[in-house]
């Protein structure tokens, strides 16, 4: 059979993946596909020293691979938004089908992009965008697709992970793991993406779209990073029995979708607790089946070019059978751009548990000014810790509340803040069971 002929644009850590993997396993990719799927022409700033390019057509100009009349299948590798947005919607427009390992490009421009692919009858994968290697965007959109998705939560920044790692297993500071996680790779010089949830909530988006058939909204996505958390609040909830991750949870109510990346206590025992290091792990609790892990490398070159590949394994089969019927881009038959009925909720709506820790004057009522400012709010307390007075005769006190509403938190934080008697901020952990009921 004629070969997939595919352009590959960018050929960094990914891109160099997907090409030495497409080379190296040609013979087994061509037996699953049904045809070989050969590498036409590459499109990349400069070369990777990684990559054997003898005898591939090589541009500088990625989009002269979009227009490339040989070429069937165009690979965005490129990162970003503007130009990759332009790349891809310029290969829909000339007929080629699209696979991407963009988060950001399908998270942002996602809605429009499906569109015109449904209207050109090309098809756009993504597989690679969500937790690198591990294959949970097939599995939400496929394995489990009968069920009624209740919610998902989801490590998936491995940088934050390693940073919350080290934090607990040594006793060391945010400050002093994220250096080493940036001399290791692990984190960029600039790690706002990684540290503050962006590259998380990105992910959670596709995520929550496919689980519950929604339209892709990354702008109404909360966003909460891991820079404030310290070495104490680690130890703190070791203590009281949780792990402190930088959660994506997306959870279905009556209401609407919640949709939020924050820092979150969750207890020892519960699966999610135990990912450690770089790893990227999903949990999926569907009403059928029950709680799902979905485990593995959420990044590097030939974890995510696995993903990559088998995307376009997906392309060369479909060319193959010409057949008129593709599992729809957000899991729903018939809808492009999700279900606008069901609202994404404002974070003050969340109803949650929470951690607190504050810093308070050692002296006789404070801790009752405290417990009435949380139960004018309607917050009632599960545990409290009053540890031995620090420096300058302040006193930490860590509390344990039962769920209550984001906004009466909001409030009692800000009343506690406003006590002449409390030191400094009121540091606030949002905490999470993730049991089959919640």
């Known amino acids: 059979m004629e070969p997939v002929r595919v352009g590959?644009?960018?050929?960094?850590?990914?891109?160099?993946?997907?090409?030495?993997?497409?080379?190296?396993?040609?013979?087994?990719?061509?037996?699953?596909?049904?045809?070989?799927?050969?590498?036409?022409?590459?499109?990349?700033?400069?070369?990777?020293?990684?990559?054997?390019?003898?005898?591939?057509?090589?541009?500088?100009?990625?989009?002269?691979?979009?227009?490339?009349?040989?070429?069937?299948?165009?690979?965005?590798?490129?990162?970003?938004?503007?130009?990759?947005?332009?790349?891809?919607?310029?290969?829909?427009?000339?007929?080629?089908?699209?696979?991407?390992?963009?988060?950001?490009?399908?998270?942002?421009?996602?809605?429009?992009?499906?569109?015109?692919?449904?209207?050109?009858?090309?098809?756009?994968?993504?597989?690679?965008?969500?937790?690198?290697?591990?294959?949970?965007?097939?599995?939400?959109?496929?394995?489990?697709?009968?069920?009624?998705?209740?919610?998902?939560?989801?490590?998936?920044?491995?940088?934050?992970?390693?940073?919350?790692?080290?934090?607990?297993?040594?006793?060391?500071?945010?400050?002093?793991?994220?250096?080493?996680?940036?001399?290791?790779?692990?984190?960029?010089?600039?790690?706002t993406f990684d540290v503050e949830g962006i590259d998380a909530a990105h992910k959670l988006t596709i995520?929550?779209?496919?689980?519950?058939?929604?339209?892709?909204?990354?702008?109404?996505?909360?966003?909460?990073?891991?820079?404030?958390?310290?070495?104490?609040?680690?130890?703190?909830?070791?203590?009281?029995?949780?792990?402190?991750?930088?959660?994506?949870?997306?959870?279905r109510t009556d209401a609407g979708i919640e949709l939020r990346v924050h820092p979150t206590l969750i207890p020892k025992d519960r699966l999610l607790a135990n990912v450690h290091g770089v790893k990227n792990a999903i949990e999926v609790m569907g009403d059928a089946v029950g709680p799902t892990l979905y485990y593995g490398a959420g990044a590097g070159a030939e974890p995510t070019a696995s993903a990559v590949v088998a995307d376009l394994l997906d392309v060369a089969r479909d060319i193959a059978t010409e057949h008129n019927y593709r599992t729809p881009y957000l899991a729903f038959s018939g809808i492009v751009e999700g279900d606008t009925s069901r609202p994404i909720l404002p974070m003050e709506n969340i109803v949650t548990a929470y951690y607190l820790r504050l810093l308070a004057v050692d002296r006789p009522g404070v801790l009752a000014r405290v417990a009435t400012i949380l139960a004018e709010q309607d917050i009632s307390i599960e545990a409290l810790i009053q540890k031995e007075a620090t420096e300058g005769e302040l006193v930490p006190i860590i509390l344990l509340t039962h769920r209550t509403r984001e906004a009466n938190m909001n409030e009692a934080i800000r009343q506690l803040e406003s006590l002449a008697d409390i030191a400094g901020p009121v540091t606030r952990i949002r905490v999470e069971n993730l049991d089959d009921n919640a």
């Open 8 to 191: 590959i644009c960018g050929l960094g850590t990914v891109g160099g993946g997907t090409f030495n993997v497409l080379t190296r396993n040609a013979d087994e990719i061509a037996r699953r596909a049904g045809r070989p799927i050969v590498i036409e022409q590459v499109g990349a700033r400069r070369d990777s020293p990684a990559c054997d390019l003898t005898g591939i057509k090589v541009t500088r100009d990625v989009f002269e691979v979009a227009r490339n009349p040989d070429v069937d299948v165009i690979v965005e590798l490129i990162g970003g938004y503007d130009v990759a947005r332009a790349l891809v919607l310029e290969a829909i427009s000339h007929g080629k089908h699209v696979v991407t390992a963009n988060k950001a490009l399908i998270a942002v421009h996602g809605n429009e992009i499906f569109k015109a692919a449904a209207e050109k009858g090309v098809i756009v994968a993504f597989e690679a965008a969500v937790a690198g290697g591990i294959p949970v965007i097939k599995s939400l959109r496929e394995g489990l697709g009968a069920n009624r998705i209740q919610w998902l939560a989801g490590i998936i920044n491995g940088t934050g992970n390693y940073i919350l790692t080290h934090m607990r297993d040594e006793g060391r500071t945010f400050e002093d793991v994220l250096a080493e996680a940036q001399a290791l790779g692990y984190a960029e010089a600039d790690p």
């Open 207 to 251: 995520l929550a779209s496919i689980a519950y058939g929604v339209p892709l909204q990354f702008e109404k996505a909360y966003t909460e990073g891991i820079s404030r958390i310290t070495a104490e609040d680690v130890e703190h909830a070791d203590n009281l029995g949780y792990m402190i991750k930088h959660l994506g949870i997306s959870r």
